[in-house]
């Protein structure tokens, strides 16, 4: 299993929410499926958006990544999080 952290940013940059990050974390598991081999996510406000830890059962860091990108890139196309784009964390 290997953690994966992403950052979500919105324009103008502020800081999450307590209910954005609650929705996050509920749309996340709604939409994991098993091509994203999803075992537990963290999700928190954060001080210019959302911070969020993937843990997934992945072949590597490389494999990790693309699963986390596809889950999220999937998840972030829902109206109710329009506002946030994705932005690996360094």
Wanted: proline share 7%; aromatic share 4%.
């Amino acid at each position: 299993m290997l953690m994966v952290h992403l950052t979500l940013t919105q324009t103008p940059r502020a800081a999450g929410t307590e209910s954005e990050a609650a929705l996050l974390q509920d749309s996340i598991w709604a939409n994991a499926g098993p091509q994203h081999a999803l075992e537990h996510a963290r999700v928190r406000p954060a001080r210019y958006g959302i911070d969020v830890v993937l843990f997934l059962r992945a072949d590597g860091e490389p494999d990790a990544c693309a699963k986390a990108d596809s889950l999220l890139t999937q998840v972030l196309r829902a109206p109710a999080l329009g506002g946030y784009r994705l932005a690996l964390a360094p």
